[in-house]
């Protein structure tokens, strides 16, 4: 009668938010940051929301992974062996079944109880042995408010097919709106920032842009840059003699003039344009822990103008209105 009085006290955020564990960092990251490139998801939130947070778009992002692109040919005769690993779970004493993200048994501070195998608590042992482990893991960063998820190796997914599904389903009303969770930046790739580097990597994403979407585009095709810093500036580490010395980047001029150029060499009839872009670049540092000093990561999108809001700056759209800043 105890537990069945606290559950009908909880809030049903409350209540999901205890069904949902929250996956561990990937303490790898760093190290391997600097060897290659990475795909996922940066998301924004409240400060001191983070855990809310993490919870909250690990089950958006679940509903939209689906069955994810590969670079392995295994998998790509057979979507199933891809396919994210569920678990059933009780919200309730009603029984309810709902899929999770992760193959993981119940805590028992949530005041679950080990129940038969088969039942729909329980989760087969063969799941935790053989099953594929979910496609995203969380990166820790060094400042509040951001939330960073990536892919494994063999994960090729479209993150901005993704990103705008997601914001289609938000604006038909088909999704209910986040209440932690305030933009989700779709990150197509990860480099150290520095010029040769983007010199490689944004023509890349450029010529893929316009494979796909170029031809739809008016001439001359309008673009625009984008490159935010948050997170990074403020970020200092100590070094051995004790000094505190700051992080160095790449000049925010240097870097519009690196991007543009490869834009340019890749669609000669290319004008900037910061009002109405269709081809929308974005530069975001990411204060990810554990980095040495002096080489800074980055995500790299190439985005179409609907996933893209200009004032009061060029960034990636909310996934609800922002009435604070309105009024």
């Not at 063999?154 to 009303?173: A, H, K, T, W």
């Not at 990860?190 to 040769?196: A, G, Q």
């Not at 316009?210 to 935010?228: D, I």
Request: hydrophobic residues 35%.
């Amino acid at each position: 009668m105890a537990e069945l009085q606290v559950s009908e006290e909880m809030k049903p955020w409350e209540q999901h938010s205890a069904v949902i564990s929250i996956p561990r960092y990937d303490y790898k990251a760093p190290s391997s940051f600097l060897l290659r490139s990475f795909s996922g998801f940066l998301v924004t939130c409240p400060i001191k929301r983070e855990k809310s947070a993490t919870k909250e778009a690990m089950t958006i992002l679940d509903k939209y992974l689906g069955a994810i692109d590969t670079c392995d040919s295994e998998a790509e005769k057979d979507p199933q062996n891809i396919a994210t690993k569920r678990r059933k779970v009780v919200l309730s004493e009603t029984e309810k079944c709902v899929n999770d993200v992760e193959n993981k048994t119940l805590d028992e501070n949530n005041g679950a109880k080990e129940v038969p195998e088969g039942s729909c608590l329980s989760t087969p042992k063969s799941d935790a042995n053989t099953g594929t482990p979910h496609p995203l893991s969380l990166v820790k960063l060094t400042r509040s408010g951001l939330l960073l998820f990536t892919f494994s190796n063999d994960r090729c997914p479209d993150v901005v097919n993704i990103v705008s599904n997601i914001m289609q389903s938000l604006e038909s009303g088909s999704l209910k709106a986040p209440l932690w969770c305030h933009r989700i930046l779709p990150i197509q790739t990860t480099c150290v920032l520095h010029e040769k580097e983007l010199g490689t990597l944004v023509p890349k994403l450029v010529a893929d842009f316009m494979n796909n979407e170029g031809k739809e585009l008016a001439r001359p095709v309008k673009f625009a840059v984008g490159y935010n810093r948050r997170g990074i500036e403020e970020t200092e580490s100590k070094g051995k003699n004790g000094n505190v010395s700051p992080v160095v980047l790449l000049d925010r001029n240097k870097c519009f003039e690196v991007v543009a150029a490869a834009v340019k060499g890749i669609v000669s009839d290319s004008v900037v344009d910061l009002k109405c872009p269709e081809l929308i670049v974005l530069i975001e540092a990411l204060p990810v822990s554990g980095i040495p000093i002096g080489s800074p990561i980055v995500a790299v999108s190439v985005l179409p103008r609907k996933l893209i809001m200009t004032k009061p700056r060029l960034c990636i759209k909310a996934l609800v209105p922002d009435v604070k800043s309105k009024k």
